[in-house]
């Protein structure tokens, strides 16, 4: 079975950075997408950010485009979310998801977000303060 493990995050101020690390393991083949969604207090979940492994397609949501870099580790299975230039909308609960998937269908999948993960690690708590 495929597990996730998220680590990374943190209390801090407005304009600072962090990095968040999703390390997975139990993986069938070496064709998968890692995301990192959020969940903010009364908030639905969103996807913050998606990566998938070989063809390393990105994806960003529009509110953390130019602020969050997404990058992978293949020979690890590891992912990295840099958040530079932290705003307090930025708190939120955050969740590294992954989906075994085939490279033909990286493409699509990343494009929309990586909604409808199948494995989903425990979130790790981001908070930004003023």
């Known amino acids: 079975e495929v597990q996730l493990q998220a680590s990374g995050g943190g209390l801090v101020q407005a304009g600072g950075s962090l990095r968040l690390s999703c390390a997975a393991s139990?993986?069938?083949?070496?064709?998968?997408?890692i995301a990192w969604f959020r969940q903010a207090p009364g908030k639905e979940r969103e996807s913050v950010s998606c990566?998938?492994?070989?063809?390393?397609?990105?994806y960003y949501a529009d509110s953390v485009k130019g602020r969050f870099t997404i990058s992978i580790d293949s020979a690890a299975n590891t992912v990295f979310l840099e958040m530079n230039s932290l705003q307090t909308d930025d708190t939120a609960v955050y969740y590294c998801?992954?989906?075994?998937?085939?490279?033909?269908?990286?493409?699509?999948?990343?494009?929309?977000?990586?909604?409808?993960?199948?494995?989903w690690g425990k979130g790790t708590l981001v908070t930004v303060s003023s």
């Open positions: 139990g993986f069938t083949s070496a064709d998968y997408t």
């Open positions: 998801a992954t989906k075994e998937m085939p490279t033909i269908a990286h493409r699509y999948f990343v494009s929309l977000g990586c909604y409808g993960m199948e494995y």
């Open positions: 990566i998938s492994s070989r063809d390393v397609r990105t």
